[in-house]
T-cell receptor, first 117, second 115 residues
Framework: AQTVTQSQPEMSVQEAETVTLSCTYD???????LFWYKQPPSRQMILVIR??????QNATENRFSVNFQKAAKSFSLKISDSQLGDAAMYFC??????????????FGKGTHLIIQP | DTGVSQDPRHKITKRGQNVTFRCDPI?????LYWYRQTLGQGPEFLTY????????KSRLLSDRFSAERPKGSFSTLEIQRTEQGDSAMYLC?????????????FGSGTRLTVV
């Protein structure tokens, strides 16, 4: 079974600074998908960024980027120029390819990101 | 389409009662998922549907839980004989299916409190 580990229960960063959230995972698959989701206090999960395992290039979405290290099974999220609106729980998630069996997302326990003004 | 809708937002029930939650996915999404999230944890997969077919159920889904998606549109999740351990946020999500890179769109959840 796949597992996702987020080793930082809480992180704090000054507004406008850069922060990196860690995520490692365990799988025997070679093809899979990785995601970062944001869950603000309103509780609705929002997709931040996604990565296909067979793509070497790290995904980027505006101020959000990932450092995907397939051999190390690591998928960290970097948030540049942190803004107050970035404060939320961040979840790393893993998904097998559709049709390959289990279709559900496996989530880590989350990292609570605090933005200091 | 305004996204995934869940009803009710909050539900307080007495132990032993039955509860039912509803989820309306994005209309063009053929896949629908149910997750449970307890305090301080990430969401845990419960079950998913492709159209009206329930394709997978987690071991977390005990016999007291049942989910349906009768016409391949909205879905209901019923919990019979609720227990205090059932207290959690129940999240619904939908996806257009196809390639696994498609992320899910989540609803705002139903918070269940069993007293």
């Amino acid at each position: 079974a796949q597992t996702v580990t987020q080793s930082q229960p809480e992180m704090s960063v000054q507004e406008a600074e850069t922060v990196t959230l860690s995520c490692t995972y365990d799988t025997s698959e070679s093809d899979y998908y990785l995601f970062w989701y944001k869950q603000p206090p309103s509780r609705q999960m929002i997709l931040v960024i996604r990565q296909e395992a067979y793509k070497q290039q790290n995904a980027t979405e505006n101020r959000f980027s990932v450092n995907f290290q397939k051999a190390a099974k690591s998928f960290s999220l970097k948030i540049s120029d942190s803004q107050l609106g970035d404060a939320a729980m961040y979840f790393c998630a893993y998904r097998t390819p559709s049709g390959g069996g289990a279709d559900g997302l496996t989530f880590g326990k989350g990292t609570h990101l605090i933005i200091q003004p | 389409d305004t996204g995934v809708s869940q009803d009710p937002r909050h539900k307080i029930t007495k132990r032993g009662q039955n509860v039912t939650f509803r989820c309306d996915p994005i209309s063009e999404h053929n896949r629908l998922y149910w997750y449970r999230q307890t305090l301080g944890q990430g969401p845990e997969f419960l079950t998913y549907f492709q159209n009206e077919a329930q394709l997978e159920k987690s071991r977390l889904l005990s016999d007291r839980f049942s989910a349906e998606r009768p016409k391949g549109s909205f879905s209901t999740l019923e919990i019979q004989r609720t227990e205090q351990g059932d207290s959690a946020m129940y999240l619904c999500a939908s996806s257009p299916g196809g390639q696994g890179l498609n992320g899910y769109t989540f609803g705002s959840g139903t918070r269940l409190t069993v007293v």
